[in-house]
Every structure is written in structure tokens, then in C-alpha cells.
């Protein structure tokens, strides 16, 4: 079955800091979703990749999906407090409609 | 902005207790699903749902557990006798029809069994 590996798994930034979340799948993807989670709250949807190559931003967060469709990464510009909380990659394979979601990066930004 | 609405926000019960968790997923979306994420764990598929009928569902979701669409606009879950590690958040999901769109969470029920 399919696995989502991501890495670091907690990471301490001074705001400001750029830094960059990776998630690899055993599989190839034929989605990857990025989410973000905050304490004791659902998962907030950020950003959707299908395509090899796919790039996409949403204000100082870009995610990217490598040619071969087994890693993406997620990349935060100058990094603020309110960007704190659990960032997970979830991925559904072909021939299903189950999501599944990786280990999670939980990010703490120092003011 | 539509939202998956879920209540209660937070569920104590005693070992054995059976309990429901409601979702009201986004009116337009035909796909549902529950996770479950016990504390400081990663996101579990339970179930998916689609068409009136299970479409999927993982070894979590044995017998003790069972899903509904009752009506046109609530999607519940069953645990019939609960048990200790049944003690999780539960978050309900759903999706639109086109392709692999993304899952819309819901807020999540803390269920505590005691």
C-alpha cells in the first residue's frame, strides 16, 4: 500500500527564516494535497499538485511536485509565527479514492 | 465559503458506551470519509462513503463501527461498545465529484472514553 514519508519531522525557525517541508511517497502520486493543522483543529487544505514539474504559490508558500510524481516539497518565504502549526502531505493513488496523509512537520516559528 | 460542520466538538463516554459523531458534509460534494487521529499520531482513514453504500474502508473500521447517511444531509458514524483506545479525534471529510479534488475537513469530535 501506499506511504507518505515526511521530513523534518519538527522544525524550529526564527521568523524571518525561509525553510522547506519534504514528502516522499512509496508510490507515484496521482495527487498530492497539502494541509496545515493546527492544534486541536481539522486540516486547513493549502494547495493541490498533479501534474510532474507542477509548481504552485499561495502568498509566501510554494509546493512543488518533482517530474517523476514521488516527492513534493514545501517551501515558506520569510517565515512568520502565524505559519506555526503541523503541515501534512496527503495523496490518493490510482484506482482509489482513499486519502492518506503522511507523518506530518510540526513548525514552530520564534518571533 | 461552505464548511464540514461536526458535532458534538466533544464526546465523553464510558468504556462499552455506544456513541454516535454527526457530520454535515459541504451540500455539493457525493464523496464522504472519516479519519481518526489519536494524540500526536498521524491521520488514519477509517471509511470512505459514495453512493449510499461503503466504498472503501481500512482494518481500523472492524464490526464495533458503522456509518450512515440517514438523510440527505447528515453523515454519522457508530461505535457500538467503546473502548479505550477508540479515544481520538474524529474528523469527518468530504469531496466534490470531479476527479481526485481535495478532502474538506470538518473541526473534529474529541472522543474521550473513559
Known amino acids: 500500500s501506499q506511504e507518505l514519508e515526511q521530513s523534518p519531522q519538527s522544525l524550529i525557525v526564527q521568523e524571518g527564516k525561509n525553510l522547506t517541508i519534504n514528502c516522499t511517497s512509496s508510490?507515484?502520486?496521482?495527487?498530492l494535497y497539502w494541509y496545515k493543522q493546527k492544534y486541536g483543529e481539522g486540516l486547513i487544505f493549502l494547495m493541490m499538485?498533479?501534474?510532474?514539474?507542477e509548481e504552485k504559490s499561495h502568498e509566501k508558500i510554494t509546493a512543488k511536485l518533482d517530474e517523476k510524481k514521488q516527492q513534493s516539497s514545501l517551501h515558506i518565504t520569510a517565515s512568520q509565527p502565524s505559519h506555526a502549526g503541523i503541515y501534512l502531505c496527503?495523496?490518493?493513488?490510482?484506482?482509489?479514492?482513499?486519502?492518506?496523509f503522511g507523518t506530518g512537520t510540526r513548525l514552530k516559528v520564534l518571533a | 465559503e461552505p464548511e464540514v460542520t461536526q458535532t458534538p466538538s466533544h464526546q465523553v463516554t464510558q468504556m462499552g458506551q455506544e456513541v454516535i459523531l454527526r457530520c454535515v458534509p459541504i451540500?455539493?460534494?457525493?464523496?464522504f470519509y472519516w479519519y481518526r487521529q489519536i494524540l500526536g499520531q498521524k491521520v488514519e482513514f477509517l471509511v470512505s462513503?459514495?453512493?449510499?453504500?461503503?466504498?472503501?474502508k481500512s482494518e481500523i473500521f472492524d464490526d464495533q463501527f458503522s456509518v450512515e447517511r440517514p438523510d440527505g444531509s447528515n453523515f454519522t458514524l457508530k461505535i457500538r461498545s467503546t473502548k479505550l483506545e477508540d479515544s481520538a479525534m474524529y474528523f469527518c471529510?468530504?469531496?466534490?465529484?470531479?476527479?481526485?479534488?481535495?478532502?474538506?475537513f470538518g473541526n473534529g469530535t474529541r472522543l474521550t472514553v473513559t
Open positions: 508510490k507515484t502520486l496521482y495527487g
Open positions: 499538485l498533479q501534474k510532474g514539474g
Open positions: 496527503g495523496a490518493v493513488g490510482s484506482g482509489t479514492y482513499k486519502y492518506i
Open positions: 451540500s455539493n460534494h457525493l464523496y
Open positions: 471529510a468530504s469531496t466534490a465529484p470531479q476527479g481526485r479534488s481535495p478532502l474538506h
Open positions: 462513503f459514495y453512493n449510499n453504500e461503503i466504498s472503501e
